[in-house]
């Protein structure tokens, strides 16, 4: 009988794939909307993630997330420090600082612009347009020695991570440049999905920026680098420095010390570690995979992203329940008369399910796999750009679960009528 | 048909043509109906489509019920078939009694023992001729690989060969009812039932799906059973059933030049 089912399903193309694009569409909405929202949910733990070279972070005990920062006084490092099954543990300042630039550039008026590269390509003299730009920055001070915290040597785009020793030296996240320098020829620039693969890149375009000025808080600092820092919930861009430095940059405050990075003793587990320290100390100290997650439950719990997303997928649940429930009902609907011909011919009820069950199955796995990928092919046309986008593992059983549940819910319906059919329908015109 | 019987031999579910006992001189009753009703709605929408029905189906021979539309022809039809439940009174098909059986019984008893044939052919249409007329083999538990080879030697003896592998709308009316005719005597049942069964055909296509019918479905252990409201066609019936208002008013019986004893058309 599995034969017949199978070609009752296809027999009609057009309804066949009204079925199946149903399920897609809902099976693309659900990955989808949900990848966005962990998409959004990782990046609001992007700094933890791209400090890797420690394994815990110690801070005051009422911080609940990343950007809850709560300075502490620098006492607490040494005290981590004497913590036993304590590595090694070094200070980082993060705070926000006002990044102020004056550059000299093409107009931001099209037409004055297109003045000024004609003029620049005769070789005249350019009347360039002084831009004055004021962006709120992420300052990270890291480690003066160790520079425990600054992105891995293939995240830096231009200059060199040593450098950052140098006087007044900082290294900005390549993501506001733009915005930090508007007269600039962008048109050069390497597509940012580029930029955020793993590969080794060619950064000379950024070489331009080395050793410009920047004003960080009313302080004079230079560019020594350029580098791919993981974007962050508020998408702000991050400037890194030393922790001395970064003590200079900021306002005037007795406490300065925002978090203790530190590092468990070999073969000690780092969670054993964070007791230790949280119980000698009183401060609150975290593996990195837990601070991610609290990161990420205090996002969840405090803020209505979740409830958003929620509500999308759900939509996307409903309308793909509508869209494919209805044309798989109807489709059995249509088809009540065929069945009643088979019931009359001594088909049983339990036969017939199973053949309403396997048409099911069979439109429940394409339109899963057909959502999954262009969800799939979704996320890798918009990588690197300003949407999040992240699916996880578990994503894919969630709307498998969601994708089997519409198709329960429509044939359920379906088997209904079919199983209440009389059979004598068969003989009415 | 007897040589493409053995295709089928390992399926356990097919009637047995041929197996009804009778005693000489005295003819096999198929179907006994004694005393049945059925009634349909309530209230204002009462209707009593068998008030009280007495008749039987012989084998070897094609039966018919005629009479006006409405009268309870199908009703009565789907009764002795066992997919509609009467009311009351006593349904026997070769000594079973339909009445008393579960559902799930019942639907073993069809798969086995009956044949459809329907006005409107009912194939489906994603299915070749072949695999329609495969079907109840298919749900008798067989292969496809072995329904649909007993299927195209069936369609053969009735003159589809050619359209073994035609989709039911690249048939004709008649053809369609052909391939209907070969699904309903697949699985060689013991009863044939047929509801107005050239009705959506011409006349002339009409009389050919009848000669068919009496040739190839009418056995000596297989009883037919035709409504029709088609008095071009009353002539096929040996023992005919004229129905009115849910009633059997007479039953004519035909022997010899059929064209005798005809009833007055209605
Ligand atoms: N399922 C049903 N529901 C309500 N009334 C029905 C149903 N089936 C048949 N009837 C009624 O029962 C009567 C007999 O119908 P039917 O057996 O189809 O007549 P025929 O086949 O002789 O035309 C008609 O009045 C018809 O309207
Ligand atoms: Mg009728």
Redesign the pocket.
């Known amino acids: 009988m599995n034969w017949i089912a199978m070609k009752m399903l296809v027999g009609d193309k057009a309804k066949f794939l009204g079925i199946v694009m149903g399920l897609t569409f809902a099976a693309l909405l659900i990955t989808q909307q949900g990848s966005i929202f962990c998409g959004l949910m990782c990046r609001t733990a992007g700094q933890v993630f791209d400090i890797n070279g420690a394994d815990l972070w110690v801070m005051d005990a009422n911080v609940r997330y990343v950007d809850d920062v709560k300075p502490m006084i620098e006492n607490n490092l040494y005290r981590v420090r004497g913590v036993r099954g304590v590595k090694w543990a070094v200070p980082l300042y993060k705070g926000n600082a006002r990044a102020k630039i004056n550059s000299y550039g093409y107009s931001a008026d099209p037409i004055a612009a297109r003045r000024q590269r004609e003029t620049e390509a005769a070789g005249g003299r350019v009347a360039w347009t002084k831009h004055e730009v004021i962006e709120q920055v992420i300052l990270l001070g890291l480690d003066d020695a160790s520079l425990v915290g600054a992105p891995p040597s293939q995240r830096i785009l231009a200059g060199d991570l040593g450098d950052l020793r140098r006087p007044d030296a900082v290294i900005v996240d390549f993501t506001r440049l733009r915005k930090l320098y508007p007269g600039e020829d962008w048109s050069k620039e390497p597509p940012a999905k580029q930029l955020y693969s793993n590969e080794k890149i060619d950064g000379s375009f950024y070489n331009r920026f080395l050793g410009r000025d920047i004003e960080m808080n009313d302080h004079r600092a230079i560019i020594v680098g350029v580098c791919v820092a993981t974007r962050t919930f508020q998408s702000n861009a991050v400037v890194y420095t030393t922790y001395s430095r970064a003590k200079l940059f900021a306002p005037q405050e007795r406490k300065v010390l925002s978090y203790v990075l530190a590092k468990a003793d070999d073969g000690v587990a780092p969670a054993e570690v964070a007791a230790e320290i949280a119980k000698q100390t009183g401060l609150r100290a975290r593996t990195s995979h837990e601070f991610v997650w609290d990161t990420i439950d205090y996002y969840l719990k405090y803020t209505g992203i979740p409830i958003n997303f929620g509500i999308t997928a759900a939509l996307g649940f409903l309308v793909g329940t509508a869209i494919a429930g209805q044309t798989f009902y109807n489709f059995t609907l249509e088809n009540l008369k065929q069945f009643g011909a088979l019931k009359a011919m001594g088909a049983t009820n339990l036969r017939i399910v199973g053949m309403i069950m396997l048409q099911a199955t069979v439109v429940g796995l394409l339109g899963y796999g057909l959502g999954v990928g262009l969800a799939a092919g979704f996320g890798e046309a918009m990588r690197g750009g300003e949407l999040a986008y992240y699916t996880p593992p578990h994503l894919l059983p969630i709307t498998g679960g969601a994708v089997v549940m519409i198709c329960i819910l429509s044939s359920l319906v379906s088997v209904r009528r079919v199983v209440v059919l009389e059979p004598?329908i068969v003989?009415?015109g | 048909m007897e040589s493409t019987a053995a295709l089928t031999g390992s399926v356990p579910l097919l009637g047995a043509v041929g197996a009804l006992s009778r005693s000489p001189g005295e003819r096999a009753v198929a179907v006994g109906i004694r005393g049945v009703s059925k009634h349909?709605?309530a209230g204002d929408?009462l209707?009593y489509?068998l008030r009280g029905v007495d008749w039987e189906v012989y084998a070897g021979q094609m039966s018919m019920i005629i009479?006006?539309?409405?009268?309870?022809?199908?009703?009565?039809l789907s009764v002795i078939a066992g997919i509609l439940n009467a009311d009351a009174g006593v349904v026997e098909l070769f000594g079973a009694d339909v009445t008393r059986m579960s559902d799930r019984r019942k639907t073993v008893f069809r798969a086995r023992n009956i044949g459809f044939v329907f006005q409107q052919y009912n194939l489906l249409p994603a299915l070749t001729a072949a695999e329609n007329a495969a079907i109840p083999l298919v749900i008798a538990g067989a292969s496809k690989v072995r329904a649909v080879e007993k299927a195209r030697a069936v369609l053969t003896t009735l003159g589809m060969g050619k359209k073994t592998e035609s989709l039911p709308n690249q048939l004709s009316g008649g053809q369609q009812q052909r391939v209907a005719i070969a699904r309903a005597l697949v699985h060689e049942p013991r009863l044939l039932v047929c509801?107005e069964p050239t009705a959506a055909l011409d006349h002339e296509t009409g009389l050919n799906v009848m000669e068919l019918l009496r040739d190839a479905a009418v056995r000596p252990g297989r009883a037919v059973v035709v409504?029709t409201?088609d008095n071009r066609v009353f002539h096929f019936g040996e023992r005919i059933a004229r129905?009115d208002d849910?009633r059997i008013v007479e039953v004519i019986e035909q022997h010899g030049d059929p064209r005798k004893n005809l009833p007055a058309s209605h």
């Open positions: 004598a003989f009415r | 349909f709605g929408q209707v489509a009479g006006p539309s409405g009268c309870g022809k199908t009703t009565l509801d409504v409201h129905m849910g």
